[in-house]
């Protein structure tokens, strides 16, 4: 698909969080990351890099401010990337977002500069949550 021109402030508004900054346990700010929702919000993120596998993706980031402030759980378009590139979502993102909503299947990923995907072309055998009852808090 081609990019829109939202979808280019997109990358540059995922792009100018990125700030690479050392800290006591890893890294902050090496990736950044924009989404906007279908009702047209934007929300943005930042990952931690930290010891001890403890921290999380840009995406993470993101898709909490978005939960957080509002209702909302279908996003229309994700980008993803550092100060130089534009970068797919790993496969736990890709899940986090599948599993937010099952519209998001349909969601259109930003994966390079000049392209964007629907996230099932990214994740062709999502995991499929088919009854509830069995999804439970523990």
């Not at 279908?38 to 993706?57: H, M, P, T």
């Not at 496969?91 to 909503?101: A, H, K, Q, V």
Request: charged content about 30%; overall charge positive.
């Amino acid at each position: 698909m081609l990019l829109t021109k939202q979808d280019q402030k997109l990358i540059k508004k995922a792009k100018s969080l990125t700030s690479e900054k050392a800290i006591r346990g890893g890294f902050v700010k090496e990736v950044g990351c924009a989404l906007i929702t279908e009702k047209g919000k934007i929300f943005l993120g930042v990952n931690l890099d930290l010891a001890g596998g403890i921290g999380f993706c840009a995406e993470h980031t993101a898709i909490s401010q978005m939960i957080t402030k509002t209702d909302e759980t279908h996003i229309k378009t994700i980008v993803t990337a550092k100060s130089d590139q534009v970068l797919s979502p790993c496969g736990r993102c890709r899940e986090l977002i599948n599993l937010l909503d099952s519209r998001n299947i349909d969601t259109e990923v930003i994966i390079e500069h000049n392209k964007k995907v629907r996230l099932e072309e990214l994740l062709p055998y999502a995991w499929q949550v088919t009854d509830k009852s069995k999804c439970k808090v523990w």
